[in-house]
């Protein structure tokens, strides 16, 4: 992924997560479409959708073709690389010593299927073969111990 592509997904925001999820969902879609789409879960007007999807092409994670006098909106990245850029842009943020913690809460607190949970049990059985008994602090300059 491009370091455009990635300070790109950093900078969206929750309205355009939600008109990138329709956008990842329908694989493309016209924009009369795609605004009547966003109007059934938001009441937002059409001004504010156009200005969010010219954002998302300026940010290039939207491409758009014009069809005659409609315009063809398709995604240029897929939403598991932008969900998996923001959840590492996000652990990047995070004590190295507290992500354990947090990703044991967001298991606790996701709705997963039964295949989500083999998948992590297996990943987890493979990662326990070389985890460390310890994660340093990554908080403080020379590995100094935070609480």
């Known amino acids: 992924m491009s370091e455009a592509i990635q300070n790109s997904i950093e900078e ?5 997560w939600e008109l990138m ?3 990842w969902t329908k694989g ?3 924009s009369r479409e795609l605004i009547d789409l966003m ?16 954002r998302l092409v300026k940010k290039g994670l939207l ?3 014009k069809q005659d006098r409609r315009f063809l909106y398709t995604a240029t990245i897929s939403e598991t ?28 607190h996701v709705e997963l299927t039964q295949t989500d949970i083999q998948k992590l049990q297996a990943a987890l059985t493979e990662k326990a073969k070389t985890a460390p008994t310890e994660v340093a602090c990554d908080c403080l300059p020379n590995n100094a111990n935070c609480e």
């Open 12 to 16: 969206i925001t929750p309205s355009e």
């Open 21 to 23: 999820r329709i956008v």
């Open 28 to 30: 493309q879609l016209y």
């Open 39 to 54: 109007q059934a879960k938001r009441s937002w007007s059409d001004s504010t959708i156009k200005t969010l999807l010219r």
């Open 63 to 65: 491409q758009t073709e």
């Open 81 to 108: 690389e932008a969900m998996n850029g923001s959840a590492e842009q996000l652990f990047d943020h995070l004590c190295a010593m507290k992500k354990g913690e947090t990703l044991l809460n967001l298991i606790q």
